[in-house]
């Protein structure tokens, strides 16, 4: 099975860099997804790292080390409009790779 | 594109009663999920489908049903609602050998009273 974990509530300046955490067990995984969510909104695709290494789109990057088992999600410049749940999910290998495999979500604030 | 499209947005059931979300897809994606997610929490997998005709559990997919007559469709049936079943529900789809990248609909919030 999978697991992942995530901190529950980061708060963070605006302008300002923020790193969200991702640590998983699992059996084995084709890579790690991240989602974010505005309140009440539906979750929306950021990133995917297949392989170990920083994935860049803008203002936000992605990590992954697999012989850590850990992953992360970098925001820079930090907006008020991302203040948001951001969550992670791995895309497990074998039988159940069609699925992805939630964590249970990092709600960031943003503050003046 | 309209993309995923999920009606109602809001439904209140009394216990026992039963109905059926509906979900629609105009990317052509072969892959379509049900989610459901509850305050505060990650989104659990209820039932996913990887083409027409082709249905299976996902990790919480006890008192619901699915089918997958066509590719745009996928709806979710709740008999026998319970309270238990209050959450908010989403539907999503994904490309062939990209179920990575998921999107989802707006999402219907349903309440079991």
């Known amino acids: 099975g999978q697991s992942l974990e995530q901190p529950s509530e980061v708060t963070a300046v605006e302008g300002a860099i923020v790193q969200i955490n991702c640590t998983y067990q699992?059996?084995?995984?084709?890579?790690l997804s991240w989602y974010q969510q505005h309140d009440g909104g539906a979750p929306t695709f950021l990133s995917y790292?297949?392989?170990?290494g920083l994935e860049e789109t803008g203002r936000f990057s992605s990590f992954l080390s697999r012989s850590d088992s850990y992953g992360y999600l970098l925001l820079q410049e930090l907006q008020m409009k991302d203040s948001a749940s951001y969550f992670c999910?791995?895309?497990?290998?074998?039988?159940?790779?069609?699925?992805?495999?939630f964590g249970k979500g990092t709600k960031l604030s943003v503050i003046p | 594109n309209a993309g995923v499209t999920q009606t109602p947005k809001f439904r209140i059931l009394k216990i026992g009663q039963s109905m059926t979300l509906q979900c629609t897809q105009d990317?052509?994606?072969?892959?379509m999920y049900w989610y459901r997610q509850d305050p505060g929490m990650g989104l659990k997998l209820i039932y996913y489908?990887?083409?027409?005709?082709?249905?299976d559990k996902g990790e919480v997919p006890n008192g619901y049903n699915v089918s997958r007559s066509t590719t745009e469709d996928f709806p979710l049936r709740l008999e026998l609602a319970a309270p238990s079943q209050t959450s908010v529900y989403f539907c999503?789809?994904?490309?062939?050998?990209?179920?990575?990248?998921?999107?989802f609909g707006p999402g219907t919030r349903l309440t079991v009273t």
């Open positions: 999503a789809s994904g490309s062939q050998g990209a179920s990575y990248e998921q999107y």
């Open positions: 699992t059996s084995g995984f084709y890579g």
């Open positions: 790292n297949a392989l170990d």
């Open positions: 999910a791995v895309r497990p290998s074998g039988a159940g790779s069609y699925q992805l495999t």
């Open positions: 990317m052509n994606h072969n892959y």
């Open positions: 489908s990887v083409g027409a005709g082709i249905t």
